[in-house]
């Protein structure tokens, strides 16, 4: 299997892409020895997240083990997950 995106940790739930790939893709990607792929449902950048499973609303987004956000609508398994969709958690002035 080539290595289509990158997963690090059993905790996340976003896949990190590592080629610009077009909607429909199919997504490989490995965590240990475990395997998993992925419809992409939009046109991801190189270096952008897709989704590795259903992240509702309000839910954390998981990269390397840690919430890097919170999920501002519901993401489905391959949907491109950026700013459009998650807001981060740190650096936003509120208290």
């Known amino acids: 299997m080539k290595k289509q995106a990158v997963v690090i940790n059993a905790k996340d739930n976003v896949a990190t892409v590592v080629d610009d790939f077009p909607a429909g893709t199919i997504l490989n990607y490995a965590l240990g020895h475990s395997e998993g792929t992925v419809q992409l ?51 936003r002035g509120g208290s």
């Open 41 to 91: 449902l939009q046109d991801t950048p190189m270096g952008h997240k897709c989704a590795i499973c259903e992240i509702l609303a309000g839910a954390d987004v998981i990269k390397y083990g840690e919430s890097i956000g919170r999920a501002t609508a519901n993401i489905n398994p391959g949907e491109h997950v950026h700013v459009h969709n998650v807001e981060s958690r740190r650096g």
